[in-house]
């Protein structure tokens, strides 16, 4: 065979690139020919010598084809705007370059003190994709201690490096086998591992080594780059801020002038309680309201929403402090606290802000106390005379009437009195109010066994009862139960007036009616008995008067009984259920009753006799 045709054979074989196999045809066709040896040994030669061509054709290309994805990688961290797909298309291209069945990425957490899977590539393992690796153990441990890469052939087998369950679990599970890593690391600081594995035992030559460990630098490059850009993106929000900040005292100092002379204008020229919220609630942009010690609302600026009386009451004296969705202000004098500032900013408070809503509670406090002082004066010069009047102190009618007409009150015309009863923990602020509501109406005001008693113009007792316990319930946001009388003719009228306005206050509560308000003549038989010169006790007493007193030195329960037994519609078993006793129980005390009362007690007369005075003996016990 001629040696020129057998290597233009081989050179042919190597244009179009043929497979390693087919390299061995010009040889195997000499033999068959029966070539001498030293022809088959000059055959043998050309094809290792053509081989050798190729092997080093194939590396050149691979070598472009590395090159290639690594210019690509530095231009994907030269325009960096999602580290996440950077990452991504790093591990991706690992796994195509080295042919890896799978490559992924692990960094390490420093705030838990673990490694974390961040990428993987031609992984079918959820298990795998989501392991969290201790520091130091497994293959990557081995790594990251070394700051070398590390191949190993059969990780199962492999005693050079911690094993962990879990992580040979996963690795199980996701049939890995071979596996090189390579550090991640920027300086002496080690941020992760990039791999790449095979299912299959097979070794990784130096060149992919050295491969993965370019791709690993470009991914600690882009991590760094990440961490740049945060810090830069972060001065420079700061530098802004700064020069925010500043712009913004002086745009404060001047809103707190304007806040502090509006509100001083508003001392000056005698403005009230509203009239300084308004102003507050304009300077500072939101809605303001203003409550007094115990939490009520005294005046309001905007829809506020409500605030819990204990997250208010907790706010520090002088300070504001965020309590939810409000600013809140306690203010007093001294130790005292007066009131409570509640204010609704759509934007955060600064600091000039603060400041103003301080000098605010300041400024109301002060407001109070000086209304308070004029409050109390009036209220105990109207008092008292109220209280002279109840008391029947009354010696010289001239005087009295002139002392009313000083405070705007003319004792000749019509008036009524009514008795509120609140609340014990809620009298002192009603007997501020009542002043207030007293000196509005030209009328009298008194706290007299332990209720408020008005004495105001009118002629309809019951009407203004209704009005007034309608007004204070609102103002003390509790129930009250009040009772008029009259009209009363002069100031003698006033003590039977009040002694009326107080049994009828009584009887409502005891009819169960808390929280409304009547006279005597609108409580039908009730009322006849409650008004004056009415004498129940007596009526009560001689009905049941012999049933009580059997109850009082034995202890039993027939008056109880009797009730029962009446209310059951005269049934013995109904009774014997709504007092859970037995039937027999109930006939027995029956048969006592009659015993007691007499054995005419069953007549309709008689019967209706014991019923109302049953009904009147709990009114006077107070039980509806």
Same mark, same amino acid.
């Given at each position: 065979?001629?040696?020129?045709?057998?290597?233009?054979?081989?050179?042919?074989?190597?244009?179009?690139?043929?497979?390693?196999?087919?390299?061995?045809?010009?040889?195997?066709?000499?033999?068959?020919? #029966?070539?001498?040896?030293?022809?088959?040994?000059?055959?043998?030669?050309?094809?290792?010598?053509?081989?050798?061509?190729?092997?080093?054709?194939?590396?050149?290309?691979?070598?472009?084809?590395?090159?290639?994805?690594?210019?690509?990688?530095?231009?994907?961290?030269?325009?960096?705007?999602?580290?996440?797909?950077?990452?991504?298309?790093?591990?991706?291209?690992?796994?195509?370059?080295?042919?890896?069945?799978?490559?992924?990425?692990?960094?390490?957490?420093?705030?838990?003190?673990?490694?974390?899977?961040?990428?993987?590539?031609?992984?079918?393992?959820?298990?795998?994709?989501?392991?969290?690796?201790?520091?130091?153990?497994? &293959?990557?441990?081995?790594?990251?201690?070394?700051?070398?890469?590390?191949?190993?052939?059969?990780?199962?087998?492999?005693?050079?490096?911690?094993?962990?369950?879990?992580?040979?679990?996963?690795?199980?599970?996701?049939?890995?086998?071979?596996?090189?890593?390579?550090?991640?690391?920027?300086?002496?600081?080690?941020?992760?591992?990039?791999?790449?594995?095979?299912?299959?035992?097979?070794?990784?030559?130096?060149?992919?080594?050295?491969?993965?460990?370019?791709?690993?630098?470009?991914?600690?490059?882009?991590?760094?780059?990440?961490?740049?850009?945060?810090?830069?993106?972060?001065?420079?929000?700061?530098?802004?801020?700064?020069?925010?900040?500043?712009?913004?005292?002086?745009?404060?100092?001047?809103?707190?002038?304007?806040?502090?002379?509006?509100?001083?204008?508003?001392?000056?020229?005698? #403005?009230?309680?509203?009239?300084?919220?308004?102003?507050?609630?304009?300077?500072?942009?939101?809605?303001?309201?203003?409550?007094?010690?115990?939490?009520?609302?005294?005046?309001?600026?905007?829809?506020?929403?409500?605030?819990?009386?204990?997250?208010?009451?907790?706010?520090?004296?002088?300070?504001?402090?965020?309590?939810?969705?409000?600013?809140?202000?306690?203010?007093?004098?001294?130790?005292?606290?007066?009131?409570?500032?509640?204010?609704?900013?759509?934007?955060?408070?600064?600091?000039?802000?603060?400041?103003?809503?301080?000098?605010?509670?300041?400024?109301?406090?002060?407001?109070?106390?000086?209304?308070?002082?004029?409050?109390?004066?009036?209220?105990?010069?109207?008092?008292?005379?109220?209280?002279?009047?109840?008391?029947?102190?009354?010696?010289?009618?001239?005087?009295?009437?002139?002392?009313?007409?000083?405070?705007?009150?003319?004792?000749?015309?019509?008036?009524?009195?009514?008795?509120?009863?609140?609340?014990?923990?809620?009298?002192?602020?009603?007997?501020?109010?009542?002043?207030?509501?007293?000196?509005?109406? #030209?009328?009298?005001?008194?706290?007299?066994?332990?209720?408020?008693?008005?004495?105001?113009?009118?002629?309809?007792?019951?009407?203004?009862?209704?009005?007034?316990?309608?007004? &204070?319930?609102?103002?003390?946001?509790?129930?009250?139960?009040?009772?008029?009388?009259?009209?009363?003719? #002069?100031?003698?009228?006033?003590?039977?007036?009040?002694?009326?306005?107080?049994?009828?206050?009584?009887?409502?509560?005891?009819?169960?009616?808390?929280?409304?308000?009547?006279?005597?003549?609108?409580?039908?038989?009730?009322?006849?008995?409650?008004?004056?010169?009415?004498?129940?006790?007596?009526?009560?007493?001689?009905?049941?008067?012999?049933?009580?007193?059997?109850?009082?030195?034995?202890?039993?329960?027939?008056?109880?009984?009797?009730?029962?037994?009446?209310?059951?519609?005269?049934?013995?078993?109904?009774?014997?259920?709504?007092?859970?006793?037995?039937?027999?129980?109930?006939?027995?005390?029956?048969?006592?009753?009659?015993?007691?009362?007499?054995?005419?007690?069953?007549?309709?007369?008689?019967?209706?006799?014991?019923?109302?005075?049953?009904?009147?003996?709990?009114?006077?016990?107070?039980?509806?």
């Amino acid at each position: 065979m001629d040696g020129a045709l057998t290597a233009a054979a081989f050179l042919e074989l190597l244009l179009r690139e043929a497979a390693p196999v087919e390299f061995e045809g010009p040889l195997l066709d000499a033999r068959a020919e #029966g070539a001498p040896p030293e022809t088959l040994a000059e055959l043998d030669r050309l094809k290792t010598a053509a081989l050798r061509v190729r092997a080093l054709l194939d590396r050149r290309r691979r070598r472009e084809t590395e090159l290639s994805a690594l210019v690509d990688t530095v231009g994907d961290l030269a325009t960096l705007r999602d580290l996440d797909a950077v990452l991504a298309a790093i591990v991706r291209r690992a796994r195509e370059l080295l042919d890896a069945d799978v490559a992924y990425m692990t960094l390490n957490d420093e705030e838990r003190g673990d490694t974390y899977m961040r990428v993987t590539y031609g992984s079918v393992s959820a298990r795998f994709q989501q392991l969290r690796l201790p520091l130091g153990a497994g &293959l990557g441990g081995l790594v990251a201690q070394t700051a070398a890469p590390y191949v190993t052939a059969d990780y199962a087998a492999d005693a050079r490096f911690q094993h962990t369950g879990e992580i040979d679990d996963a690795v199980t599970e996701e049939g890995l086998v071979a596996i090189l890593g390579v550090p991640m690391r920027l300086g002496t600081r080690a941020l992760g591992v990039l791999f790449a594995a095979n299912r299959s035992a097979r070794p990784f030559t130096r060149e992919e080594v050295t491969l993965l460990g370019s791709l690993a630098a470009h991914a600690s490059v882009a991590l760094d780059n990440t961490r740049l850009l945060g810090e830069t993106r972060a001065a420079l929000e700061e530098l802004s801020a700064v020069n925010t900040v500043v712009r913004r005292h002086s745009e404060s100092l001047e809103r707190a002038a304007e806040a502090h002379d509006r509100m001083a204008d508003v001392i000056l020229r005698g #403005g009230d309680l509203d009239d300084l919220a308004a102003v507050v609630a304009e300077v500072l942009g939101g809605e303001l309201a203003i409550l007094d010690a115990d939490g009520h609302c005294l005046t309001t600026v905007g829809l506020i929403a409500d605030l819990d009386p204990q997250a208010a009451a907790g706010a520090g004296l002088g300070r504001a402090t965020r309590c939810g969705d409000h600013w809140v202000l306690a203010a007093g004098a001294g130790s005292e606290a007066l009131c409570t500032l509640v204010l609704h900013a759509p934007k955060e408070l600064t600091e000039t802000d603060t400041r103003i809503l301080e000098r605010a509670g300041v400024v109301t406090a002060l407001l109070l106390l000086f209304r308070r002082s004029l409050a109390q004066a009036e209220s105990r010069v109207r008092g008292e005379l109220l209280e002279d009047l109840l008391s029947r102190r009354v010696d010289d009618p001239v005087r009295v009437r002139q002392r009313a007409r000083r405070l705007g009150v003319d004792l000749d015309v019509a008036h009524v009195l009514v008795v509120l009863a609140c609340p014990p923990r809620q009298r002192d602020r009603a007997a501020q109010w009542s002043a207030a509501h007293a000196a509005a109406c #030209g009328g009298l005001a008194a706290q007299r066994d332990g209720n408020v008693t008005l004495l105001v113009g009118g002629e309809h007792p019951g009407d203004a009862a209704r009005r007034m316990v309608r007004e &204070l319930g609102a103002y003390l946001g509790s129930p009250v139960t009040g009772g008029g009388a009259g009209p009363l003719t #002069g100031p003698q009228d006033v003590p039977s007036a009040y002694a009326e306005a107080q049994r009828c206050a009584s009887a409502l509560t005891a009819l169960g009616r808390t929280g409304d308000g009547a006279s005597a003549a609108e409580l039908g038989f009730v009322g006849l008995l409650v008004g004056a010169d009415r004498d129940v006790g007596a009526f009560v007493n001689d009905t049941l008067g012999p049933l009580l007193e059997y109850d009082r030195r034995r202890g039993t329960a027939l008056v109880r009984t009797l009730e029962s037994y009446f209310e059951s519609g005269a049934s013995t078993v109904r009774a014997a259920e709504a007092l859970h006793v037995h039937v027999n129980t109930v006939t027995q005390r029956i048969a006592r009753i009659g015993q007691v009362l007499g054995t005419d007690w069953h007549g309709a007369e008689r019967a209706l006799e014991l019923q109302l005075a049953l009904r009147l003996h709990r009114l006077q016990n107070g039980h509806p």
